[in-house]
Structures are given as structure tokens and as C-alpha cells.
């Protein structure tokens, strides 16, 4: 009798860290195959970068992001030239050169959700935690992908079998 009550008071107790305890999440999701989403974890202010090809000039254009206050806040674009389509972006930001870098930083601007369509190759590739993932290998050539936050809580990991913290894709 004893053991039952030890195991159910147990139970609650995990019931009740669950459902008391949440987590974010960068959500990725596939717009052209349904239900198909990658989940990787973020902290308050933790920053992830965007690199992609320029289609023009060629050359690499870093974007970073941060998560803020429940959002995708976008901190600054790093890239070598103003090359086509890159323009100014007037009243927003600080420039930066160092060398043949051009930085905008500070822009701090809210832009979730967005939609980025992948391109052939390596052209995308999402950094976070010391990890590089290229969005077309993971989604496909000329897929629409709509990048989001979210907040899951213990008990909605718990249903989709997600370990708190891990990254994670879903079908």
C-alpha cells in the first residue's frame, strides 16, 4: 500500500512539473508538405543566423535573429557589398565597416512570421548552437518554409514524445 502511494504521489508529481513548466521553440515548417516541422529549442535572447547565397553578386549574407519576448527579432545583416536587391535600409540600424564587411546592426525589428523559400544547394543554411543546418537537405529545393516561434508545454512535449531542449522533426 505503501509503494501505491509512493508511485501515485510520483505520478502527480511529474503531472504537475509538465504541465508547471514550458519551453520555446524555433519552429520551421514546410509549407508544401503538411504536418512536416522542425522544432529547435531557444532561450530568451538567444541568437541564430541565416546564411545564403546572394543570387547576384555571389557572396555570402549573414542574417542573425534573435528570440524576444516570444518573437523573431531580427538583430543585424552582415554582407560584402550593397549588391542588387540589398539596398539601403534607411532609419534602421547602425552601419558598420570593417574592411569589405558591411554590418547593420542594431536593427532589432519584429519580423515573425516569415517565409523563406529554399534554393538549390547549400544556398541556405540556418547556424544555431554550433550547428549548421542547409534547409534545402532538409526540405527540398524551392520549398516554402515559414519560420516561427512557439511556446510547447510540458505536456504537449510529453504527447509529441519530444525530449525538453532536443531538436526535433516531425512528419
Request: glycine share 8%; net charge negative.
Amino acid at each position: 500500500m505503501l509503494l501505491l502511494l509512493f508511485l501515485f504521489t510520483f505520478l502527480i508529481a511529474i503531472m504537475l512539473y509538465l504541465v508547471n513548466n514550458s519551453y520555446h521553440y524555433l519552429v520551421i515548417e514546410n509549407l508544401e508538405q503538411a504536418g512536416e516541422k522542425y522544432y529547435l529549442p531557444v532561450q530568451e535572447e538567444e541568437e541564430f543566423t541565416i546564411k545564403y547565397i546572394h543570387s547576384v553578386d555571389l557572396l555570402p549574407v549573414y542574417e542573425i535573429y534573435s528570440h524576444h519576448r516570444g518573437n523573431i527579432q531580427l538583430k543585424e545583416t552582415h554582407f560584402y557589398n550593397f549588391g542588387a536587391g540589398m539596398g539601403l535600409l534607411k532609419d534602421r540600424g547602425v552601419y558598420v565597416e570593417e574592411g569589405d564587411l558591411l554590418k547593420i546592426i542594431e536593427i532589432n525589428e519584429q519580423v515573425e512570421p516569415f517565409v523563406l523559400r529554399t534554393g538549390e544547394g547549400p544556398n541556405q543554411i540556418l547556424m544555431h548552437r554550433g550547428k549548421n543546418y542547409m534547409l534545402a537537405e532538409h526540405f527540398g529545393n524551392d520549398a516554402r518554409l515559414l519560420l516561427k516561434t512557439t511556446e510547447l508545454s510540458g505536456i504537449e512535449l510529453f504527447t509529441k514524445a519530444l525530449i525538453p531542449g532536443e531538436e526535433i522533426k516531425t512528419k
